[in-house]
């Protein structure tokens, strides 16, 4: 047989959880609706590069010059870098054109007195003709999201962004009637034992 502390218990934990939950969804939401507008604002103020979050930058592979390390369809995460940080064996982000590349650095070499960089893909035979120089690096890999680039690429969307606002305000909403409901019941609570406790004092007093 249950007792009615085992179902308050069971609430308990269940509010407990709902409220875990709530607070980490809204967390996630927030950082995608910065991360939107980060990007959305960066890409006005500088069209012609890439818009990076606090330094990082996110793409989605389209090619399979860097199979099997990175398939095609994954979200790679670059960060911008210096020269001192670069060595072979990196693997970088580079502009070639209207394109972006992310190779593999093989050599450094220095042609006419500038330091460039020999790349190739790991599923190229053969190396990039074009040496990249340190001004056309975008960034180095960090790290990649596997099969991830429909869904990455439908999260940077504006009209994910609006879903995702309303999303929030709606949780918000749920969260702020909840909390009033719950303090609601408190009051009466303690209205209830305030009344309790006078007519317990009042009967001991007429006796």
Do not use: W
């Not at 790290?143 to 609006?162: A, D």
Request: proline letters at 2%; aromatic letters at 10%; glycine letters at 4%.
């Amino acid at each position: 047989m249950y007792k009615l502390s085992d179902f308050d218990k069971s609430s308990k934990h269940l509010y407990k959880f709902g409220k875990i939950l709530s607070t980490v969804i809204c967390i996630i939401i927030l950082f995608f609706i910065v991360f939107n507008v980060t990007l959305i604002i960066e890409s006005y103020i500088n069209s012609n590069e890439l818009p990076s979050f606090l330094g990082i930058k996110s793409f989605v592979i389209v090619s399979e010059s860097m199979e099997p390390t990175i398939m095609t369809n994954d979200v790679i995460f670059i960060v911008n870098t210096s020269k001192e940080n670069l060595e072979v064996g990196d693997i970088i982000s580079f502009r070639t054109g209207d394109y972006i590349n992310t190779h593999r650095i093989i050599r450094i070499e220095e042609q006419n007195g500038e330091e460039v960089y020999i790349t190739k893909g790991d599923n190229n035979s053969n190396e990039d003709r074009t040496p990249v120089k340190f001004q056309d690096i975008e960034g180095k890999y960090l790290f990649r999201l596997p099969k991830l680039g429909k869904i990455t690429e439908m999260l940077k969307s504006r009209v994910t962004l609006v879903i995702l606002l309303i999303f929030l305000v709606i949780i918000a909403y749920y969260e702020v009637r909840i909390s009033k409901r719950k303090l609601k019941r408190k009051e009466e609570r303690f209205e209830y034992n305030k009344n309790l406790i006078k007519k317990i004092k009042d009967n001991n007093n007429n006796k």
